[in-house]
């Protein structure tokens, strides 16, 4: 659960609910990797800028695709 700032509560030790699960890992991607996006179509990495954002040739397009990377995925 996220509070009205957007920054994750802490889960107190006398609290009778569980905790929430760890959050998993960002996908990393690499310069030549093939991937997919629900919105763009197939695609190939151009560019990877640390673990902020990748750029994708889809063909017609180029796009900067920032973390979370919820839409895209590696094939």
Partial sequence: MKS????????????PFKPPPPASPAE????????????YGLGVVIAVEDEIAVFVDFGSRQERITTPFNKLYKL
């Avoid at 957007?6 to 006398?14: F, I, K, M, Q, W």
């Avoid at 990393?28 to 919105?39: A, C, I, L």
Wanted: no cysteine.
């Fill in 28 to 39: 990393r991607f690499s310069v030549n990797d093939q991937v997919t996006h629900d919105r």
């Fill in 4 to 15: 009205a700032s957007g920054a994750p509560r802490r889960h107190l030790s006398t609290s």
